[in-house]
């Protein structure tokens, strides 16, 4: 079993920065491939990033390339999602996710645990 609990998000300005933070709990936490998603209001919830469990493979998706960035630190059981020249349209519930795999995957429909969610919200 794994609890994920994530942090970080707010109010920016477009152009600004934020750093959001996922702590997982759980012995299975450092051999699983971790992933962010947002979900904006009326849209379905889409992969923004994921990492393997050593942190040698990420992906991204189109609209995040060059501007966000992905890492873990195992030993802190806490995966890192680094944004920034934010716009108005990364406006959205950020959500953590953890697979009982170690492979990278984009669906939704593969990881296992999910945090409650952090709201980061860009203003133009």
């Known amino acids: 079993q794994v609890q994920l609990v994530e942090s970080g998000g707010g109010l920016v300005q477009a152009g600004g920065s934020l750093r959001l933070a996922c702590v997982g709990s759980?012995?299975?936490?450092?051999?699983?491939?971790m992933g962010w998603f947002r979900q904006a209001p009326g849209k379905e919830r889409d992969i923004v990033s994921a990492?393997?469990?050593?942190?040698?493979?990420?992906y991204y998706t189109d609209s995040v390339k060059g501007r966000f960035t992905i890492s873990r630190d195992n030993a802190k059981n806490t995966v890192y999602l680094q944004m920034n020249s934010l716009k108005p349209e990364d406006t959205a519930v950020y959500y953590c996710a953890a697979r009982k795999s170690s492979i990278v995957t984009p669906r939704v429909s593969d990881y296992d645990y999910w945090g409650q969610g952090t709201q980061v919200t860009v203003s133009s």
């Open positions: 990492i393997s469990w050593s942190g040698g493979r990420t």
């Open positions: 759980g012995r299975t936490f450092s051999s699983a491939a």
